[in-house]
T-cell receptor
């Protein structure tokens, strides 16, 4: 049973470009969470999605950031017109249910904006 | 006041001793509590979950929950150098699906 798969593992973008981060949840999991982590800092919640629905995007910046989890295919976190401050590790986690259940993390995507 | 607080450390423990990690939280309505381990440059890995007051043991790990005092702790017995990592405490927030994370405690096990 494959775990949560994220790709790419490392992504380098120039300022102003777009970054697309992909996350395939564990088999049987329909709840996906995206987190951002800066070096030496804790995890910051960004967005929670179920299939075809955004449940909570309160942690995601209003501009330039968007997320989706289509009926078919992986969840996508999209960052438009990236800036240096977007450089971070972006982790995806999935769970079977949304409430009070254990979430399992992917290996993360390390985004570097140059 | 931060919603979930942990001592950032580093906490240095000799090999073979018991490592004790603590976490306090502010939301009395929280029901789910998790401990994750994160090695440098890696993703968080779930170690323990606990939902009711008392102790929960899994191998060398014991999670302790005291809802009245709003703290949760993780004990690691017979500490090994491979236990050296940052330990993250996570608590479900006002929306049950959203986990609120502590900043983590860095644990160093000295051979």
């Amino acid at each position: 049973n494959a775990g949560v798969m994220q790709n790419p593992r490392h992504l380098v973008r120039r300022r102003g470009q777009e970054a697309r981060l992909r996350c395939s949840p564990m088999k049987g999991h329909s709840h996906v969470y995206w987190y951002r982590q800066l070096p030496e800092e804790g995890l910051k919640f960004m967005v929670y999605l179920q299939k075809e629905n955004i449940i909570d995007e309160s942690g995601m910046p209003k501009e330039r950031f968007s997320a989706e989890f289509p009926k078919e295919g992986p969840s996508i976190l999209r960052i438009q017109q990236v800036v240096r401050g977007d450089s971070a590790a972006y982790f995806c986690a999935s769970s079977i249910q949304g409430e009070n259940t254990e979430a399992f993390f992917g290996q993360g995507t390390r985004l570097t904006v140059v | 006041q931060k919603e979930v607080e942990q001592n950032s450390g580093p906490l240095s423990v000799p090999e073979g001793a018991i490592a004790s990690l603590n976490c306090t939280y502010s939301d009395r309505g929280s029901q789910s509590f998790f401990w994750y381990r994160q090695y440098s440059g890696k993703s968080p890995e779930l170690i323990m979950s606990i939902y009711s007051n008392g102790d929960k043991e899994d191998g060398r790990f014991t999670a302790q929950l005291n809802k009245a005092s709003q703290y949760v702790s993780l004990l690691i017995r017979d500490s090994q150098p491979s236990d050296s990592a940052t330990y993250l405490c996570a608590v479900n927030g006002r929306s049950n699906y959203q986990l609120i994370w502590g900043a983590g405690t860095k644990l160093i096990i000295k051979p």
